[in-house]
C-alpha cells in the first residue's frame, strides 16, 4: 500500500442515530467524516493524503483541480496544498457570474489561483483546459499536477480503501457489526475505495451508493473504472465486477447541486431531531434516499447500518435562503 500524509483528524467518530433509529426501526450509525477538519473537512481530504503524497514525492509546486463553484473537493484541495506549502489552481464551473461565498469564498480566502468555466466548457474540456494551466505555469517555471474532479482515480480512491479498514477496526471497539453502509456518490472514488476493501479483505458488507447527480449505469462503469486503476496500487488479484457495485439512482431529485422544497424540510427535520447538519447538495439526498427506501419497505433487513457523512457544511450557507424556516 502506498505511504501517505497525515492531515485529517482520524479516525472519526461512529454515532449512533438514537431518535431515527427508532423511527425507522432499524440501527443506523453514522460515520462522522465531515470532522475530518475544519478548513479541508469532509471526504476529500482521505484521497488527497494520498494524492499529495505523491505530488509531493514527485516535486511538484503547484496543484490543479476543478468542480462546480461550491465544489468542496476544491476547496479540501485548496486548503490542504495551502497547508503544506503548495500553491493550488482550481478551475470551477459556473454560468453565472457567481457570488463570494460558501467553498468558493473559502478558496479565495485560501489563496488559491481561481479559474472559470461554463458547464459546457467543463463537460467538454476541462481536461485540456487544466492542461493548458499547467503549461501556463511550466513558463514561470512551476511543475503542477493535476487532480481529476473528486480526486476520483486510481491513487485517490485508496482514502476510502483505508476508511473501511478503519471502519471494521472500530466495529471490533464497538462490538457492532455493520451489514450495510450507505454513501452518496458524485464523482465514484469514496465508493470505489470501500468496494475494494469490502472485496479484496472480504468484509461482505452491502454498500450502497446514493447517486447525487448521474444515473447507476453511468456510475457502475465509472466506478468499476476507478476500482481498476486503484487496483494497481494494492497488492491483490481479484476479479472485480459491476454487478458487485450498488446503486440507487431514485433520489437525485432535480439534478446536481439543485434542490427540492422535500429535501430541504428532510435536512431540517433531520438537524432537529439528530442535532446533525446534512449538506443540500449530497449528503441531504443520500440521507433523504435512506429513509425512504426504508420507510417504504425498499430497503428490507439491512441489519446495522452505518451512514457516511461525507460533509459539505459550507455548501449549505449559499442555500439559506431556500429553506422555509
Ligand atoms: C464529493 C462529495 C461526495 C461524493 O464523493 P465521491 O467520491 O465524489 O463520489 C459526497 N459528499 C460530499 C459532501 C462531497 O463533497
Known amino acids: 500500500m502506498k505511504s501517505k500524509l497525515n492531515l485529517a483528524n482520524l479516525p472519526t467518530k461512529i454515532e449512533k442515530l438514537d431518535r431515527f433509529s427508532e423511527d425507522l426501526g432499524i440501527n443506523l450509525y453514522i460515520k462522522r467524516d465531515d470532522q475530518t477538519g475544519t478548513e479541508f473537512s469532509g471526504n476529500k481530504i482521505r484521497k488527497l493524503e494520498y494524492v499529495l503524497k505523491e505530488a509531493v514525492d514527485l516535486n511538484y509546486d503547484?496543484?490543479?483541480?476543478?468542480?462546480?463553484?461550491?465544489?468542496?473537493?476544491?476547496?479540501?484541495?485548496?486548503?490542504?496544498?495551502?497547508?503544506?506549502?503548495?500553491?493550488?489552481?482550481?478551475?470551477?464551473?459556473t454560468d453565472e457570474v457567481p457570488k463570494v461565498e460558501g467553498n468558493y469564498f473559502l478558496d479565495k480566502l485560501l489563496g488559491a489561483d481561481v479559474r472559470f468555466c461554463t458547464s459546457e466548457e467543463y463537460k467538454k474540456s476541462r481536461a485540456e483546459i487544466m492542461k493548458n494551466i499547467a503549461a501556463e505555469y511550466a513558463l514561470k517555471?512551476?511543475?503542477?499536477?493535476?487532480?481529476?474532479?473528486?480526486?476520483?482515480?486510481?491513487?485517490?480512491?485508496?482514502?476510502?480503501?483505508?476508511?473501511?479498514?478503519?471502519?471494521?477496526?472500530?466495529?471490533?471497539?464497538?462490538?457492532?457489526?455493520?451489514?450495510?453502509?450507505?454513501?452518496?456518490?458524485?464523482?465514484?472514488g469514496t465508493y470505489a475505495g470501500l468496494y475494494l476493501a469490502n472485496k479484496i479483505h472480504?468484509?461482505?458488507?452491502?454498500?450502497?451508493?446514493?447517486?447525487?447527480?448521474?444515473?447507476?449505469?453511468?456510475?457502475?462503469?465509472?466506478?468499476?473504472?476507478?476500482s481498476s486503476d486503484a487496483l494497481e496500487y494494492l497488492d491483490a488479484e481479484v476479479d472485480i465486477s459491476k454487478d458487485e457495485i450498488e446503486i440507487n439512482d431514485k433520489y437525485i431529485g432535480i439534478g446536481y447541486a439543485l434542490s427540492t422544497k422535500e429535501e430541504l424540510d428532510f435536512i431540517t427535520m433531520f438537524a432537529r431531531k439528530e442535532g446533525v447538519i446534512l449538506d443540500p447538495v449530497y449528503t441531504?439526498?443520500?440521507?433523504?434516499?435512506?429513509?425512504?427506501?426504508?420507510?417504504?419497505?425498499?430497503?428490507?433487513?439491512?441489519?446495522?447500518?452505518?451512514?457516511i457523512h461525507t460533509g459539505g457544511l459550507f455548501g449549505l450557507f449559499p442555500k439559506q435562503d431556500q429553506f422555509d424556516l
Open 62 to 93: 503547484t496543484v490543479i483541480t476543478c468542480g462546480g463553484i461550491q465544489s468542496n473537493h476544491a476547496r479540501a484541495t485548496v486548503a490542504s496544498a495551502t497547508k503544506i506549502g503548495l500553491k493550488s489552481v482550481v478551475l470551477l464551473r
Open 141 to 188: 517555471g512551476m511543475r503542477a499536477y493535476i487532480i481529476p474532479e473528486g480526486a476520483s482515480f486510481g491513487i485517490g480512491a485508496l482514502g476510502y480503501y483505508s476508511a473501511m479498514e478503519e471502519i471494521v477496526l472500530q466495529e471490533k471497539e464497538m462490538g457492532v457489526n455493520f451489514n450495510t453502509i450507505v454513501v452518496a456518490t458524485g464523482s465514484g
Open 202 to 226: 472480504g468484509y461482505d458488507k452491502r454498500i450502497i451508493g446514493m447517486a447525487v447527480c448521474d444515473d447507476a449505469v453511468y456510475f457502475k462503469n465509472v466506478i468499476h473504472e476507478i
Open 284 to 307: 441531504g439526498k443520500a440521507m433523504r434516499g435512506l429513509f425512504s427506501e426504508v420507510r417504504n419497505l425498499k430497503l428490507k433487513d439491512p441489519g446495522n447500518v452505518l451512514f
